[in-house]
Nanobody, 115 residues
Framework: QVQLVESGGGLVQPGGSLRLSCAAS????????MSWYRQAPGKERELVAE???????TNYADSVKGRFTISRPAKNTLYLQMNSLKPEDTAVYYC?????????WGQGTQVTVSS
């Protein structure tokens, strides 16, 4: 079955970095747009970054442009490199795969930015 498993979250100080990973299985990874979303307490889930099936195009939320980088360099693996982290980046981060009527989500990984 389709599985998306995130890892790499944790507690980091403001200005620090983290790299999130998403391991995908059960579907043809190279055929789908992959995305990172996040949801902070009391807020709606929002798109952070997305990358096309070929990796040739990316899109970022204005709030993370220039600080976060999404990539899919390896088979069945998605990354989100997060630099210059801010307290407002604190949220649960979710990996997602989408294409046509297909949409799948991971279980999420907590990122907390605090001193």
């Amino acid at each position: 079955q389709v599985q998306l498993v995130e890892s790499g979250g944790g507690l980091v100080q403001p200005g620090g970095s983290l790299r999130l990973s998403c391991a995908a299985s059960g579907f043809t990874f190279s055929s789908y747009v992959m995305s990172w979303y996040r949801q902070a307490p009391g807020k709606e889930r929002e798109l952070v970054a997305e990358i096309t099936s070929t990796g040739g195009s990316t899109n970022y939320a204005d709030s993370v442009k220039g600080r976060f980088t999404i990539s899919r360099p390896a088979k069945n693996t998605l990354y989100l490199q997060m630099n210059s982290l801010k307290p407002e980046d604190t949220a649960v981060y979710y990996c997602s795969a989408a294409g046509g009527l297909f949409r799948s989500w991971g279980q999420g990984t907590q990122v907390t930015v605090s001193s």
